[in-house]
Each structure stands twice: as structure tokens, then as C-alpha cells.
């Protein structure tokens, strides 16, 4: 009886084990971001939670990708794929409209995001009509309060792809949002002093940046980093630049002679600013106190200071 006994509790145990191994635990969510700084916004919501994987390198144009056979097989792959939309990745369009509708996030069309005023006295240049971007500046994570937007609609994207992680995500996007208010009020407070130094950046992508603190852009280099500023734009920079510019903002993965040699003909300090973040970056709000500071670099001591 004992030994019947034993084979029982064995058998009991047996199947109890099998019944464990017959249910997979829950895979993560696959979270696929076109460009690094929608990575930075989708790890604070995701936590260990989902995977995360950014598309396009930093050094690589968001505006013109050619993308190879193994970026569109994880662009299939992914449970989700969070852009900004074709005002920004217009090559990721067509590849993502194959996609079902639940596989894809973009960020350019949530509701309530926040657009700079357009200002004629800051953007002398601003209002020319061109086909790199659409109407309004794609570059919408440059204003924390539209990463805050962005992380929140994501948490009810991921928690309807994961519900045993809903209330995570949920958790994770709301100490997002009460961080993002705190840098919110640092950059505005940290930047006041510089409200009014001119200063001209390498392609027109800062307008979140630039309205939400208040700073005074006067002029950019060329509307889109892969376009060449042609020479009547040049002179007019150079106006410009002579008088009220006092800085000149240049790019990590984009170097002109040319407006070297115009910085120092006009006795302009030149800085640097990143709006995708390089390798050291691994926050979002590393990637926008870098760029805060980039502006009082160079403002610490210019020609007008």
C-alpha cells in the first residue's frame, strides 16, 4: 500500500509538472522605434516589462533611410512599431501600411500634442514652403510635454498587447510624466538667461525646443540636413547672422566648411546641438539636458554676453 501510495504521489507530481511545462510563460512584447529618442520615451514605459529595439542608427537621416531586407523583417516581426509618422520617416510609410493597423503607433497623430507658435520675429526664415517636412515641425519629442503624451498613449498600447502588464506600464508612464515636469521646470528656469541671445541652428528641427522655452532663433542653415542651402539663402543667413546672431549651431553627422567660415567672418561662437542623442546617451532626459546645455555653452561667453 505504501509503495501504491508513493506511485501515486509521483504521478500527481508528474502531471502537475506537465501541466507547467504545457503553458509558455507570456513572451514580451517585441517594441519596435524608428528613431533613438522614441527608444528613450518606450524603455521608460516598457521597463523589463517589453523588449525594446531602436530601427534606424543615430547616425543614420531619419528623413531618407534606405532600409535593407533585415529591417523590414523586423519591422514584420514586431508586436508593435512606434514612428512619428511620414511628416518624419516618409521611407517608412509604405512598408508600415502593410502592417495591421495594431502594429503600428504613430506619434504625430496622437490628440492634444503640443505645436510651437510660429513667430516671424524668431524664424525669419521659417514660413517658406517646403516639402521635408509637413505644415508643422515633426519633431515633437523635443518638447517634454509631448514625451509625456507619447508614453502615456504607448502604456494603453502596450497594455492592450500584454494585459498581465497593464497596470506596470501604466505605473511606469505616470512617474514618466511627473519626472518629464520636473526637467520641464529645470530647462525653463535653466535656460531664462539666454531667452534673447540670437543664434541660428544647422536644419530647421528645434522648433519644439526653441518655442517651448522661449529662445530667440533667428535664421537655420538648411531646412533639412540632406539639402544644401543654396546661395541667396546663404546671403540671407549671413544678414541675419551680422545682425542679431550670435551664435551658430551645428550637427554631430554634418560638417560645412562653409558655415565655419562664416562663423568666424561674423565673430560667431559655434556650438553643437544633437536632437537624436549619440551612444553615450541613454535617457530621455540625458538626451534634453544635453541640448539645454548645448545652448549655454555657447552663450557662456559670446560676443554679446
Known amino acids: 500500500m505504501r509503495y501504491c501510495g508513493v506511485l501515486f504521489r509521483y504521478a ?21 522605434a524608428s528613431l533613438k529618442p522614441l527608444t528613450l520615451i518606450a524603455q521608460e514605459v516598457a521597463g523589463d516589462q517589453a523588449d525594446v529595439s531602436t530601427l534606424l542608427p543615430v547616425s543614420a537621416s531619419p ?5 535593407k531586407m533585415s529591417d523590414h523583417k523586423r519591422l514584420r516581426s514586431a508586436d508593435l512599431v512606434l514612428w512619428i509618422g511620414p511628416e518624419m520617416e516618409s521611407f517608412l510609410a509604405r512598408p508600415l501600411a502593410n502592417l495591421k493597423p495594431q502594429q503600428v503607433m504613430t ?34 519629442w523635443l518638447d517634454p510635454r509631448n514625451a509625456a503624451l507619447i508614453a502615456q498613449a504607448l502604456a494603453e498600447r502596450l497594455a492592450q498587447l500584454q494585459p498581465d502588464s497593464a497596470q506596470q506600464f501604466r505605473a511606469n508612464a505616470q512617474r514618466f510624466s511627473v519626472s518629464l515636469q520636473q526637467l520641464d521646470e529645470q530647462l525653463m528656469q535653466q535656460l531664462a538667461p539666454v531667452k534673447n541671445r540670437g543664434f541660428a541652428v544647422y536644419h530647421e528641427g528645434y ?12 535664421a537655420y542653415v538648411t531646412y533639412i540636413p540632406e539639402r544644401r542651402p543654396g546661395a541667396k539663402h546663404l546671403q540671407e543667413l549671413r544678414g541675419v547672422l551680422a545682425r542679431e546672431g550670435e551664435c551658430l549651431f551645428m550637427e554631430p553627422y554634418y560638417k560645412m566648411d562653409a558655415m565655419e567660415e562664416m562663423a568666424a567672418s561674423l565673430d560667431l561662437r559655434i556650438g553643437l546641438l544633437d536632437p537624436i542623442g549619440d551612444q553615450q546617451v541613454s535617457s530621455y532626459r540625458q538626451l534634453l539636458e544635453q541640448l539645454g546645455q548645448g545652448f549655454l ?9
Do not use: M
Open 12 to 32: 500527481l507530481f508528474s502531471a502537475a509538472l506537465l501541466l507547467v511545462v504545457a503553458i509558455p510563460a507570456q513572451a514580451k512584447v517585441q517594441l519596435l
Open 63 to 67: 528623413h531618407d533611410y534606405p532600409l
Open 107 to 140: 506619434a504625430y497623430q496622437l490628440e492634444g500634442l503640443y505645436w510651437p507658435e510660429a513667430d516671424e520675429s524668431d524664424h525669419h526664415h521659417h514660413h517658406q514652403n517646403h516639402s521635408g517636412h509637413g505644415s508643422k515641425d515633426p519633431h515633437i
Open 207 to 218: 522648433g519644439h525646443f526653441v518655442g517651448r522655452y522661449g529662445l530667440h532663433q533667428v
Open 297 to 305: 555653452t555657447c552663450f557662456a561667453d559670446g560676443r554679446n554676453g
